[in-house]
């Protein structure tokens, strides 16, 4: 008689039968979301040089999240059979040269603007807070508790 619908709820976490790669697809998916609305709104407020580094660093921020999650799967000993782990693990600092270089290059062809470049990068900031709010809502609706 005393059992409310919390207790009568189930104790497994909501995560339970989800797919462990679910959040990651998410945060990628929430990062193209974020690019293409910026470079929306920027195509419509803001000059040419503006929306083409929106552009560029929101291309170079999925190209970066991605490359990072290869390397540190390598660094970390994730590698499928036959692949060559120092060169996966010498690409996590390889990423940083690459980004640079095309930054670099980007802004001395004055193609881009650097700060828009760099908040085009920032797309994947905005892609983390977004699963990190929907993973504190889950927790608080849920009542995950231990």
Same mark, same amino acid.
């Given at each position: 008689?005393?059992?409310? $619908?919390d207790n009568a709820?189930?104790q497994e976490p909501e995560?339970?039968?989800e797919?462990p790669?679910a959040?990651?697809?998410?945060?990628f @998916?929430?990062t193209?979301?974020t690019?293409?609305?910026a470079? $929306?709104?920027?195509?419509? *407020?803001?000059p040419w @040089?503006?929306?083409? #580094?929106v552009?560029? #660093?929101?291309? &170079?921020?999925v190209?970066?999240?991605?490359?990072?999650?290869t390397?540190?799967?390598?660094? &970390? #000993?994730?590698?499928?059979?036959?692949a @060559?782990?120092k060169?996966r693990?010498?690409r !996590?600092? &390889?990423?940083?040269?690459?980004v640079a *270089?095309v930054?670099v290059?980007?802004v001395?062809?004055? *193609?881009?603007?650097?700060?828009?470049t760099? $908040? #085009?990068m920032?797309a994947?900031?905005?892609a &983390?807070?977004a699963e990190?709010? @929907?993973?504190? !809502?889950?927790?608080?609706v849920?009542?995950?508790e231990t």
């Amino acid at each position: 008689m005393s059992e409310s $619908a919390d207790n009568a709820r189930t104790q497994e976490p909501e995560t339970a039968g989800e797919d462990p790669q679910a959040s990651e697809r998410r945060i990628f @998916r929430d990062t193209c979301v974020t690019v293409v609305a910026a470079v $929306a709104v920027s195509a419509l *407020v803001a000059p040419w @040089r503006v929306t083409t #580094g929106v552009l560029l #660093g929101g291309a &170079l921020g999925v190209f970066n999240q991605h490359w990072l999650r290869t390397s540190v799967a390598a660094v &970390l #000993g994730n590698t499928p059979a036959g692949a @060559r782990p120092k060169w996966r693990a010498a690409r !996590y600092v &390889l990423r940083y040269i690459v980004v640079a *270089v095309v930054v670099v290059a980007a802004v001395k062809l004055q *193609v881009v603007s650097l700060v828009a470049t760099l $908040a #085009g990068m920032c797309a994947v900031v905005a892609a &983390l807070l977004a699963e990190g709010f @929907r993973q504190l !809502y889950t927790a608080i609706v849920r009542r995950e508790e231990t």
